[in-house]
Each structure stands twice: as C-alpha cells, then as structure tokens.
C-alpha cells in the first residue's frame, strides 16, 4: 500500500471512529430509492447511484430528462476492442457526473448461458474470458474520471423466470471458471461496487452468500462495496452477517433500525457494521462524496463528438454474417462498392476444428448482374423494408432504459446518406407481433392545449385536479406525486390514420378505467400478480379493449388508474391500429423491393420478445417477418436484410439474403452507424459475442425455467461453444464469427515449445489482407487438451487481438494466454491447478474456423507435482 493510500486508509478510520454503532448502522441503508444516507458529523453527503449499463439515467423516470444512449452491452462485446469500450466507459462517466451520479450501476457481467435469455441485451457474451475483458475495459473507462462502477449481478443470475426466488444449483468448477470468473477480473480491474443478485445458488440467497465474503474480500481482496439488488435484501441478521454492505433502496427496508437494533443485542458483531461502514466511507472519499474532497474533472465533449463517437460504436460493433458480393452499397448507383477478391476454394463450407462447418467465411464476389428493375434515368432507387427501418428498436427493456436524447432509425440513417444521391422509398410491411407501443407526439394531442403530446394530471380521492402537465407519450413510470395524490389520469385526443377496429389499452395495477370519448371500455381491479420490481414500477401488465375508429374523426382517449400502496405508479396508455392484410402488405414490399436497384429489409423483437423480468419463449421473429424476408429476397437478389435485436434469434431465410447484417440495439445512433457500413463508410467491425443457433431445438443448453425452484446448471462448464463443441453440433454461425470488406489468410502460427506453469504465455500469428481494402481482422487463439486426465473443454477461448493491414500486407498478432487460461479449478485441492503434459493452441477467426495449430508442452509448477485428480466439470 502506498502512501496515499494508507493515509486515505487512516482518513476513513479516523471518520469512522466519530461513529457510534448506530450512526454506522444507519450508513447501511438507502435514504431513498436512488441515494446513499448522508451523515452531516463526518461531512459526508449522499451520495447518488443510477442505472445503466447503456446509458445514465440518473434519478428519474422522465422523458424530458434525457440521456446519450450507447448500444447494447452485447453490441459492445461485438467490438471486441476494449480500446474504445474504454472510451465508452469514459463517456457514460460523464453522463453520469452531468445527471449528479456518484455511482454508474453498471457493466452486467452474467453470461449468455442460454439464448432464451430475457436480459442477453445487457450482458455482453457467452464466453467468460470474453465478458471479463470487456467488463474490464469499461470499468476503467468509468472510474478513471471518479465515478464508481457496479459489476453486477453476482453471481450466476443468468436468467429472469422465477429470478427472485430461483435457487441456481452450480458445481464448484464451474462457479469459478465460469460465472465468477468475470467478477474477478472486475475486482483485478479495481471495480468500486459489485452488486448482490436475486436469486440463490447452491440454497443460500445471494444477499446473505457466504461467496460475498469468500472469494470475493478475502481471496480476491475486494475493498469496495457490496450492494444489493433493489429489493433484495429479505432479512435482518443472515444477510448484515454475512459480506453484503449495503442494503438498497430506502427509506424502508429490513436494515435500518432493525440492524442497529441487531447489533445492540449482539445478533451482529459491530465489527462486521465497522467494516460495512468503513466501506461505504472509502467509497465516499473514491467518488468525493466527502467534505473537501473533490473527484477528478471529467473532460467535457460537445454533442458532435459524443455523437460520434456512439456512431463509431456502432459500425465496431455491428457483425456482417454473410455477403454475396453485396455490400457494400455504391451510394451513387447502389451496385457493390469496393470489389473484394473471391474466396479460396471451398471458403464457403470449410470444415472447422471439431465445430462442424462455418457458413459463409469468406467473402464472394460475383458481377453485379442485371439490376431488379429496368434501367431508367434518374437516380437509383433503394427500397427500405420493413417497421423496424422506421421504428428502430435502439436499446432492450427494463431497468436499464433511458430515455434518449434522439434516435435515428434505419431509414433516417439512409435518408440522410443518399440525400440528392439516391431515392429512398420505405414500406413497413407485416406489422410485427406483440403489443400496441405506448402514445407518442406523432399520434395524438393534449386535450387542453392541443399541442402534440398527452395531458397528466393527478387528482385527489374527491376527483379535483391538483396538477396538470402536457407530457410527450403515453408512458409515465414516474408521475409526480404530490400531498393527496389519489388517482393519475392520462388523456389525448387521437387522430386516426387507420379506420377499423384499434386495439387501446392501459398498463398498471390497482383500479384502472379506460373510456372512449366518455364510453367506459374497462373498468376493474387489477392486483399485482408479482413483487418484482422490473414489473411493479417499469413493465406493468396492460389491459385491452377495442374500438371502431374512423379517419378524420378525432377521439377523446381517456385513462384512470387509482394509486394504492404496493402497486406502483407506473401508468402507460397505448393504442395500435389494425393489423394490415398480411398478404398485402407482403405484396406492395415484394413489388418495392422489385421496382429498386437494391433493398434493405430490417426486421427484430419487440419489447415483449427481450425484456427484463421475463425469458423469452422461442426465438422466431415471427411468421409476417420471415415472410417479408423472404418476399424481399425473392423479388430482388440485391437484398440486404437487418436483424434489430439484443440476441439471437431464428433466421430461417439466411442462405436467401444478399448480404446479413446484425444490427442489436445500436442505441440512439444505429441508423447513422448501419448507413456508415452500408455505403462503406465503415468496416463492420463486429464478431458474435455469443453462438447463433440455426433453430432453438439445435442449442445445447436452453433451460431457463426452474423445477421445484431449482434451477440446476447441469452442463458445468460446457456452455456457449463450448457446450456446441462437445455436443458435435453446428450452429448457424459460431461465436467469434464476422465478416470485414476484405479477406484474410492465415500463415502461421508461432508458440513456444514449453509454457511453464503459472506464467502467462504469448503467443503469435501471421496473417496476411488478401483482399483490395485496408481492413480489422480479430485474430482469436483458443487452447485444448485432449490428452488430459481432467475433463477440459473441447478447446476454449483463451485470448485474442485485432490487428489492421493494408491490401496485400502482411502482419501478426501478439496474443498473450494469462497462466490462469492453463489452469482449471481443482476442487479436490479447493485451488487452481495447471495440469502438465501436452496443449494444443489453435488460432483464427472463431470456434468454428481455426486453420493454424500448435503444440505445447505444459511444464509442472510446484503446486501441480502431485497427481491429479479426474477432475469433473
């Protein structure tokens, strides 16, 4: 410890001694929902904890607060480039610092164990190695202007169905090479916070773990705080006994009083309060939440670079799975841009190592052909397909939303693009599945002003008014409540587009009215079914009716929703029309995309579909949106289809489409970012976070829905590739995959014969750009031991690096195996251990398509000179 440490050390133990047991208590408790207790005898205030991880929200759910919106967390693993991950951490800190956040909660470091996943979107990727350095990566960012990052949830809270109560049931091997694995490297990282999850393992509630105190404070020696997910803390003693420090939200809880209560009869040493305590104070002096301390300026950024920047997070992390010789798009006749040279003989079903095949590895070049239509004079016409080209899903549900400063859609992005190059013709097509979206400005006006928008009010129990307000849309999470706030009430005028019968709805619990131009639709008591805060405050269920409206004929729409204790106050008032003929809308897409020199078809979930608080069910987008694909494809071979989603889903119609490209939810730029890569402005800088199944029924492990409460993680440490290796089973695309604008070969690998235990080992490859543009190639290297006594992974990621060259130029990669890649944990021993004998190490571009080996011999280190033990996984 050096000595600015030690003297902050001695700061924060001569504060703490200004408290009595009490005062230290009351530390351990949230004073509101958002904020930290403040204690004016140590000049400490409160200090302000926000959401993320792709955005800041900060302490309101308000559309008029708004906040620079990033990709998802999966988009941002699809970079692998940690170099701008950590420029990204540095501009969330200074979102967080301009929103007043002392506290960014934020990286998610769970796994995509399974792609049912109802949360994929915030956890970056399957693969622990992948995750933790990522994670890392933008912890730094985060921390280095002095705002304190959450690595959270730990641990092993890798999926939302029953995930306050389910009891996760993990081996030991697998918890530390897989789940933990992430959270160690966040603490190796100097995370400030980790966060304390819902669920159990292994029969004890993650609040009152013992993995709180052991590894987490004592092997791995983490000194920050450990937080609890809002809500769950359930009980006194267990959990302020174990290693948990801080008990959110607040004012009310089961900490408070009742622990200073514990402590004065002895039911909780106060040395475990000191120590909670003297946390809580060391984060307060890292984040300046102390009287004369003063966290480190944040370097300002005007709109166009923070802009920018989250555009050039985009195209990095956006994955081109297939290209026919497609993209990119000449803006200026839409044909293909810059030529790529074709593949090597049988490039587009080489074999991979143990993995099946790899589809599409290579890019092809083909002749432009005829165009789809005939040609004409004029400009070249792109047809862009598709609802979510206009309504561009940018970011995943749940606690993590923001509300964005401005989005651009898809067909913005290109609008913009080919303006006075190109004309652009957008038909939305099948409307997609799943609920009516919730009132906007475009589609109905406050009553009272007659401005865009809807009026709130909130009125007492007698029905009198006690504010009123326009507000933009129809969802309010977070009305303002006010002294004898009764009942919220939502109005607005709509204006009909559609005539027919709509679907209008209103979202919330207790007693809720929904009326029609003073006709009462539904009027009932709707209690909650759950306790789960996701659902109570953010996605409450809605209840529908439906009526006949016609255009040109304006409607007063009217909501009431009672407020009582236990329920929330989250309001949403929606409305959709109805569904167009699927036949026909399929039709008039088929003919634009006929009528156009090339297509862009976008298609995605939905709210309903990757949401927090639920799993998903399947992955099929949808009978209406593989049609359209399909349409589009078939009535114009220049067709470039967009997937808009936080994780995988079926695509059926792959091997139909020009050109494939993954999207996520690129966050508030993602239509300027897919232009960006469209027109080759950009490379598509991404490779999957995460294996891609060609059907649900094809994926090795999709459990997400407990069994007697018990969730149990059966497969150990076979998970991601991992498991599809060692089942013999071929996805749609293997993790690690995506497509440059160029091509690549692989010339060489070079390792050193004999890797000592416990040392890192480095390890290079020669690659050479065999295409006719400079380009970013990942080179990924990953381990196997198919000789071992313990039972390894068919082979694991172990390291990568990206590496740039011109066209021709050859170049190589350094990619350094950290000795912990070698080990495996033993729990015969309760430690890792490095098993000596022969390792192979096989390098390229993803599980599936590894061309170069080779062989090293793993030597004995002193801990590893007794026999081992068949190890299970």
Known sequence: ??????????????????????????????????????????????????????????????????????????????????????????????????????????????????????????????????????????????????????????????????????????????????????????????????????????????????????PLKSEWGFDGVVVSDWGAVRGTVDTARAGLDLAMPGPDGPWGEALARAVAEGEVPESAVADKARRVLRLAARVGALAGEHPPAVPRRGTREVRALARRAVTAGTVLLTNRGVL???????????????????????????????????????????????????????????????????????????????????????????????????????????????????????????????????????????????????????????????????????????????????????????????????????????????????????????????????????????????????????????APDVAHALARAARAAREADAAVVVVGTTAHDECEGRDRTGLALGGAQDALVRAVAAANPRTVAVVNSGGPVEMPWRDEVGALLLAWFPGQEGGGGLADVLFGRAEPGGRLPTTWPAALADAPVTATAPSGGRLDYSEGVHVGHRAW???????????????????????????????????????????????????????QVYLARPQGRVAYPERWLAGYAPVHAGPGETVTATVRIPARALSHWSTGHGGWRTEPGPCEVLAGRSAGDLPLVADVEVAAGEADRTPGERSTP
């Open 1 to 214: 410890m050096g000595t600015s440490d030690e003297a902050a050390a001695d700061d924060v133990d001569r504060l703490l001694g200004k408290l009595t047991p009490h005062a230290r208590a009351s530390l351990l408790s949230g004073a509101t929902t958002w904020r930290t207790r403040a204690e004016p005898a140590v000049g400490l205030r409160e200090m302000v904890l926000s959401d993320g991880p792709a955005g800041v929200r900060g302490e309101s759910w308000d559309e008029r607060h708004t906040s620079v919106l990033l990709p998802s967390a999966t988009a941002l693993a699809a970079t692998w480039d940690e170099a701008l991950v950590e420029r990204l951490g540095g501009l969330l800190a200074a979102e967080a610092r301009r929103k007043g956040a002392d506290v960014l909660l934020a990286p998610t470091l769970n796994l995509h164990r399974s792609p049912l996943g109802g949360r994929h979107f915030e956890c970056f990727s399957e693969d622990p190695c992948l995750t933790a350095r990522i994670g890392a990566a933008l912890i730094r960012g985060v921390q280095a202007h002095g705002v304190a990052a959450t690595a959270k949830h730990y641990v092993a809270n890798d999926s939302e169905t029953d995930r306050l109560t389910v009891d996760v049931r993990v081996g030991e091997r697998a918890l530390r090479e897989v789940y933990l694995a992430p959270f160690e490297a966040a603490v190796a990282a100097g995370v400030r916070l980790v966060m304390a999850g819902y669920n159990a393992v292994n029969g004890t509630t993650m609040t009152a773990s013992g993995l709180l105190t052991d």
């Open 328 to 578: 990119p798009l000449d803006p200026d006749h839409l044909g293909p841009g810059t030529s790529q040279e074709p593949p090597a003989p049988g490039a587009l079903d080489r074999p991979g190592r143990g993995g099946g095949r790899e589809s599409a590895g290579r890019v092809v070049q083909v002749s432009s052909g005829t165009p789809a239509r005939a040609p004409a004079q004029g400009p070249p016409t792109l047809a862009v397909l598709g609802a979510h080209a206009a309504r561009t899903r940018t970011q995943g549900g749940g606690s993590a939303g923001v509300f964005p400063q401005a989005e651009v859609s898809v067909l913005d992005g290109i609008r913009a693009a080919l303006r006075g190059r190109a004309r652009v013709v957008h038909v939305p097509g099948p409307r997609p599945e799943g609920p009516p979206p919730p009132l906007d400005a475009d589609t109905c006006s406050d009553p009272r002003s007659g401005q865009p928008g809807v009026l709130l009010r909130v009125l007492d129990a007698a029905g009198r008014e006690l504010y009123a307000e326009r507000r933009s849309g129809g969802r309010l999470l977070e009305p303002r409540l006010v002294p004898g706030a009764h009942t919220v009430e939502i109005s607005a005028r709509l204006r009909p587009r559609t005539e027919g019968r709509w679907t209008l709805g209103v979202a919330g619990f207790g007693r809720m009215r929904l009326e029609l131009d003073g006709r009462v639709l539904l009027d009932g008591e709707f209690p909650p079914l759950t306790d789960d805060p996701a659902v109570v405050h953010v996605h409450p269920p809605a209840q529908y009716a439906t009526a006949e409206l016609g255009v040109g004929q304006d409607a007063l729409l009217l909501a009431r929703r009672e407020l009582a204790p236990g329920t929330g106050r989250a309001t949403v008032v929606s409305a959709a029309p109805p």
């Open 725 to 779: 290796l060692r089942e013999r089973r071929t996805p749609a695309y293997w993790f690690g995959h995506g497509l440059g604008y160029t091509t690549w070969s692989y010339e060489e690998l070079t390792a050193p014969p004999v890797a000592p235990a416990g040392e890192d080992l480095t390890v290079r490859v020669r690659l050479r750009n065999t295409g006719s543009r400079t380009g970013r190639e990942v080179v």
